[in-house]
């Protein structure tokens, strides 16, 4: 009973830090409902001895009005109570959505990108929307239900000891059926987590605009949904594995609560005597299933709720130092060396011994096949990838991303990746969330557009700056990929970086727009220091040092005449571009 105890504790928690107005009240009318079945039992004890010895319908009438008023009152208050539950579990949905939210801004891209932890916030994140907030009302109700069997049996006690002690009794079983549902339930999520996580992942590409689009062309559609598909048989069919014995401990449970309820009844009527006052029992008893029931089922959906509390706990035990976004203003130099990287599960090193140095105003390339490393030793610079002690060393100005923290660490780089973020939002959203600048006026933002390429296009908007983007947004306008990949660039003209780190920034843009792009880039270098990832031949020309990557190894370095004139391996990866 741990596990849901802390549950409730911790649901209360956040429901007073979201809306400790409106908790303040629904306790208060919610004390009031759980004291409706003893006022009635109460009520009708007086009403029945008062009928015992009535002549006339006036010396009822004061526990007949009492019930009355009862009665009319129930309700109300019920609704009031309802009401407040309900808006204390929204303001709960919103401080959870946003703890999620917090976490996940802290997480480092390393992690991020596991397998694991992606599973965890996908888990954490659908428990706080879908799931928790909603376990607040019924925490409520619970504690309503609780201090309303309390009343009974106190109430009970005063007229039969022993039925009370035997109520009392009956909630024995429904305490053990919520251990065992609680241990099958655990069982049965910690087995269809990653089935969930999977079938969400499927589900994603058969909704999402642009795999669709490439699934339907592909008739590979069908194919995906046969996977969503068979990941639901296989969750549904674990779950059924909990239905039987659930049901089994269930009936068990209500023959056990029934049997000592009944004896509550029993030792009732044999412990009084058969006059109003054992009515008022037998009506005292009554009311107590009542509420015993309702706790039974308050209980058993808090231990259902056990589950997504563990996994919004995993989510939020994945929290770092909070980040606190910073652009470094200027870099001398960046010294890579003997950098290396096997990703798990691999036999062989995706980067084998990278060494360079990059300076103020240079501009160099690395090149290669696919598969060749160039991501991989980006990634590693960046802080993408976690160093190990013997994977080399990345120096910005003499200094590591130990020395600087990662915020430090990340405010010297702007990277412009071939999944460039495609953020449906305003232009002028969209351009500011490289920055932390607040004061960015919309001079600088043009300037960024023009550099990008992209300025024509947003003066042809309606809004321009403000103009929504995303075709699925009301008064949005759709992009293509490479307007798309325009305003990334943009986004990183607006960060102003020292360090560039541009991973195939035109690919998805056409040649003349493409070499004007180009040209801005060698035209401004000097303020900065650029690595680019490109394998269009024309745009290495006037690098300063060209790295050729293959297998994870250098193979080759120099300029672009030089390596092309020895016929090596860049030769051959640019045969057909420079013949």
Known sequence: MLKPLRLGIWLLGVAWRSAPGNVLAAALVSLLVAAVPSVQVILMARFVEALADAARFADVLGPFIGLVLLIAISSPLEAVARTFRHLATDRVRMTL???????????????????????????????????????????????????????????????SAPAAVLVLASLVPILLLSQRVQRINSAMWDDIGPLLWRERYLHGHLVGAASARE??????????GALVKEANRRITARKSQTYLPVLGWSIGTGLGTSALLAAALAALVVGVSYGPEAAGGVYGVIAAMGVVAMFGTNLGLIVEGVAPYERFMALAGLREEESRPMVQPEVGELIVHDLRHTYPRRAEPALAGLDL?????????LVG?????????????VGNIELGHDSGSVHVDGRTRADLGRDGWAGYFGLLTQEFGRYELTVRQSLLLGTPRSDVPDEELWEALESAGAARLVRGFEHGLDQQLGNQWDGGTGLSGGQWQRLSLARIYVRNPPIWILDEPTSAIDAEAEQEIFRRLQATKDSRLTIVISHRAWTLRGMDEIIVLDEGHVVERGRFDELLSTGGRFAEIFAEQTA
């Not at 096949?369 to 610079?381: C, F």
Request: aromatic share 4%; glycine share 8%; net charge positive.
């Open 369 to 381: 096949t696919n598969g060749a490393g160039k991501t991989t030793a980006v990634d590693a610079i």
């Open 97 to 159: 959505i946003s703890e999620v939210a917090d976490v996940v801004a802290t997480i480092s891209p390393s992690r991020i990108a596991t397998p694991e932890v992606a599973a965890a916030i996908e888990k954490g994140n659908a428990a706080a929307q879908n799931q928790l907030p909603y376990k607040y009302p019924q925490t409520v109700s619970l504690i309503s239900s609780v201090v309303a069997v309390v009343g009974v049996i106190l109430t009970l006690w005063t007229m």
């Open 215 to 224: 699934l339907s062309s592909l008739g590979g559609a069908g194919r995906i």
């Open 357 to 365: 140095t990059v300076r103020q105003g240079q501009i160099i390339a």
